[in-house]
């Protein structure tokens, strides 16, 4: 029971209940032997009243008198004459004087424990104040031990009680605890265990009851976590299904451009100026489309492969991306610019690069052409001791809010009506395979500029997931 939420309540109830039973008890026991002697002050004030009556009584008589007043001897004092009113034989010394004329709480508390801790047979004197105008002081003798055993039995009473009312106390607490927290607890437990079953289940998804307050906010996080959470399973469940479905696609669109590479093969032979001058880019375009059907394949797979770092030669790629871009602009009032020092060379996977590249400026094409207004897009390559930096700046409208907060989430952050923000979650994973970082450099109504950073240093390449 102690391992339970009620039962450690049940136990620590009963525990306090009897902490503050005992913080009465001892004033309470106190009070008990302060009534005990005044009681026994007023029988001596009585029994001593047979003395007016008649002077001389037998002997026998005043014995019996002390033996129902329960005390040896008794002195009054009237009119400031002390009188010794009846006597008998004292069995023991006098061991300790009490005044009980005008006593403080602690010294009754004090004497209270020190009578229920004595245990020897004791003779105790007991002044006090006659009652009715009887004399100025009363004193009596009497024993202690009749004292101690009414206070034991006045305390094993309290206990009893104490007992009684604790264990029906913790009882109802008990009951009122398990019915109004742990049940309530119990079954937003029972209901996590149910959603843990089948999180896919929009059906298990816990619908808030709670009345009290806390446990109604605490279900309604849980309802937060496990609607986020369903969401998430739902969209890997989509993604794994895309993955397969890009992965026919890439297989067959992959033999598609091979026996297109065998043509362009052939188209290299010719004679022709300017088939001689385009086909090269041709060739490397669809050679490109063959090793990204590859790629994809192997990304299905979970088989990315690392990075080939080589040499590159910065400024030819760019010149290569932006001279395609320029072909994919057509028409539009958009106008592309390097400023890549002649002799940067970076250490990169060419390929890779070209990828990332390619995504920013079709990024930036892309949202200068919806806007409709001339734009300038800009690569920038520049170096230092640690790395190699490379910016893609454009003139466009920046990118809107949501955009903003999922950049680099898959199906969330794109800026476009239509496009699945993969792009951009593509780059940073290249990036991030060379040991650098894609980053978003600034956006605003002038235009956006994200930047690569390329470390120089032999750092450990991260795997690509």
């Given at each position: 029971m102690f391992n339970t939420l009620s039962g450690r309540f049940l136990v620590l109830t009963i525990i306090f209940v009897m902490l503050a039973e005992v913080f009465i008890f001892v004033p309470s026991i106190a009070r008990f032997r302060e009534d005990y002697l005044l009681e026994r002050?007023?029988?001596?004030?009585?029994?001593?009243?047979?003395?007016?009556?008649?002077?001389?009584?037998?002997?026998?008589?005043?014995?019996?008198?002390?033996?129902?007043?329960?005390?040896?001897?008794?002195?009054?004092?009237?009119?400031?004459?002390?009188?010794?009113?009846?006597?008998?034989?004292?069995?023991?010394?006098?061991?300790?004087?009490?005044?009980?004329?005008?006593?403080?709480?602690?010294?009754?508390?004090?004497?209270?424990?020190?009578?229920?801790?004595?245990?020897?047979?004791?003779?105790?004197?007991?002044?006090?104040?006659?009652?009715?105008?009887?004399?100025?002081?009363?004193?009596?003798?009497?024993?202690?031990?009749?004292?101690?055993d009414a206070m034991?039995?006045?305390?094993?009473?309290?206990?009893?009680?104490?007992?009684?009312?604790?264990?029906?106390?913790?009882?109802?607490?008990?009951?009122?605890?398990?019915?109004?927290?742990?049940?309530?607890?119990?079954?937003?437990?029972?209901?996590?265990?149910?959603?843990?079953?089948?999180?896919?289940?929009?059906?298990?998804?816990?619908?808030?009851?709670?009345?009290?307050?806390?446990?109604?906010?605490?279900?309604?996080?849980?309802?937060?976590?496990?609607?986020?959470?369903?969401?998430?399973?739902?969209?890997?469940?989509?993604?794994?299904?895309?993955?397969?479905?890009?992965?026919?696609?890439?297989?067959?669109?992959?033999?598609?451009?091979?026996?297109?590479?065998?043509?362009?093969?052939?188209?290299?032979?010719?004679?022709?100026?300017?088939?001689?001058?385009?086909?090269?880019?041709?060739?490397?375009?669809?050679?490109?489309?063959?090793?990204?059907?590859?790629?994809?394949?192997a990304f299905g797979r979970v088989e990315e492969p690392q990075p080939t770092l080589t040499r590159i030669v910065l400024v030819g790629l760019v010149d290569e991306l932006l001279e395609g871009e320029r072909l994919a602009a057509g028409d539009a009032p958009i106008t592309f610019e390097a400023d890549v020092p002649a002799a940067m060379t970076v250490r990169a996977d060419g390929e890779q690069i070209f990828r990332v590249l390619s995504n920013l400026l079709r990024n930036a094409r892309q949202a200068i052409e919806a806007t409709r207004a001339p734009g300038t897009i800009t690569i920038r390559g520049f170096e230092d001791d640690a790395a190699w930096w490379i910016e893609v700046c454009d003139t466009g409208p920046g990118l809107p809010k949501r955009a903003r907060d999922n950049l680099f989430k898959p199906f969330e952050g794109g800026a476009r009506k239509g496009g699945t923000g993969l792009g951009l979650v593509i780059a940073g994973d290249l990036i991030k395979g060379h040991g650098g970082r894609l980053e978003l450099g600034k956006t605003d109504e002038n235009g956006t500029v994200f930047v690569i950073q390329l470390p120089k240093a032999d750092l450990a390449l991260e795997p690509l997931a």
């Open positions: 002050l007023e029988r001596a004030q009585i029994a001593s009243l047979a003395l007016e009556a008649d002077p001389f009584i037998s002997p026998e008589l005043q014995s019996e008198l002390l033996k129902n007043a329960d005390v040896y001897n008794v002195v009054l004092r009237r009119n400031e004459v002390r009188q010794l009113a009846l006597s008998s034989p004292i069995p023991f010394p006098v061991m300790a004087t009490y005044d009980m004329r005008d006593p403080s709480s602690w010294e009754l508390i004090r004497d209270a424990m020190s009578t229920l801790v004595t245990k020897d047979e004791q003779v105790i004197r007991v002044m006090g104040t006659p009652v009715q105008g009887g004399g100025s002081l009363i004193e009596i003798t009497t024993p202690q031990m009749p004292l101690r034991m039995a006045y305390g094993r009473n309290v206990l009893i009680l104490s007992l009684v009312i604790s264990v029906i106390t913790a009882a109802m607490l008990f009951v009122a605890v398990r019915y109004l927290l742990v049940r309530p607890i119990k079954g937003l437990v029972d209901q996590m265990e149910r959603y843990a079953a089948a999180p896919e289940d929009a059906r298990k998804i816990i619908e808030p009851t709670a009345t009290v307050r806390e446990l109604h906010a605490a279900e309604l996080a849980l309802q937060s976590m496990e609607n986020q959470l369903t969401g998430a399973l739902r969209q890997k469940d989509r993604l794994a299904q895309l993955g397969g479905a890009v992965a026919k696609v890439s297989h067959d669109l992959r033999n598609i451009l091979t026996s297109a590479q065998l043509f362009t093969d052939r188209i290299e032979s010719s004679e022709d100026p300017l088939v001689k001058r385009m086909a090269p880019k041709l060739v490397g375009s669809i050679t490109r489309a063959v090793n990204l059907c590859e790629t994809t394949l």
